[in-house]
């Protein structure tokens, strides 16, 4: 257990929605990452917060957006899903130097489906 | 930009076999970190090992060994007698600025 937790494990919803993963770091951890897994497109990184400020961005369509919370919580939004979007997306953790080059820890993943 | 290239998609092996899984990387920048992540088929990715730039020192843990090789720009993993468990998608990474995955290597270790 890495300590990273993630709800919920699976969703399945249908085009043009819109749905919210939620990440929870390990105790101390300021940096949240979030990543996506698909099977063309393999691990992707999709956007970094370091508490509570967005600090690095990737591959992130301008339909998702993410957002670190006081307790340093995060949520992933992804809107207009599209049938493309479906994937694994993990949320990752590490601590708190504030540097890059920290080892990350990763949550169990939400697997989204878009049917 | 920086890039990892896993040219192994596949590797499959009967128990107690070596095995090495090959990672080549690129990247411009002088420091920078490489890592190592396993996902078994539970899916969860679990962090295996992290080594710096400037740290050629090969490393072994148990089963496992690294050998970090500036030269070829190469940090290759190499499980000693393999098992069973041994079976998963082993990702090479590569951050100075942001974490980028190699495509995996999906080992297989059968009886």
């Known amino acids: 257990d890495s300590g990273v937790t993630q709800t919920p494990k699976h969703l399945i919803t249908a085009t043009g929605q819109r749905v919210t993963l939620r990440c929870s770091p390990r105790?101390?951890?300021?940096?949240v990452y979030w990543y996506q897994q698909s099977l063309d497109q393999g691990l992707q990184f999709l956007i970094q917060y370091y508490n509570g400020e967005e600090r690095a961005k990737g591959n992130i369509l301008e339909r998702f957006s993410a957002q670190q919370f006081p307790d340093l919580h995060s949520e992933l939004n992804l809107s207009s899903l599209e049938l493309g979007d479906s994937a694994l997306y993990f949320c990752a953790s590490s601590s708190p130097s504030g540097t890059d080059y920290n080892e990350q820890f990763f949550g169990p993943g939400t697997r989204l489906t878009v049917l | 930009a920086q890039k990892v290239t896993q040219a192994q998609t596949e590797i499959s092996v009967v128990e107690k076999e070596d095995v090495t899984l090959d990672c080549v990387y690129e990247?411009?920048?002088?420091?920078?970190?490489l890592f190592w992540y396993k996902q078994p088929p539970s899916g969860e990715l679990v962090f295996l090992i992290r080594r710096n730039s400037f740290d050629e020192q090969n490393e072994i843990s148990g089963r496992y060994s690294w050998n970090f090789q500036k030269s070829t720009s190469s940090f290759n993993f190499t499980i000693t007698a393999s098992q069973v468990v041994d079976s998963a998608v082993y990702f090479c990474a590569l951050t100075s600025s942001k974490l980028t995955f190699g495509t995996g290597t999906r080992l297989q270790v059968t009886l």
């Open positions: 990247t411009r920048d002088t420091t920078y970190y």
């Open positions: 105790s101390g951890d300021l940096s």
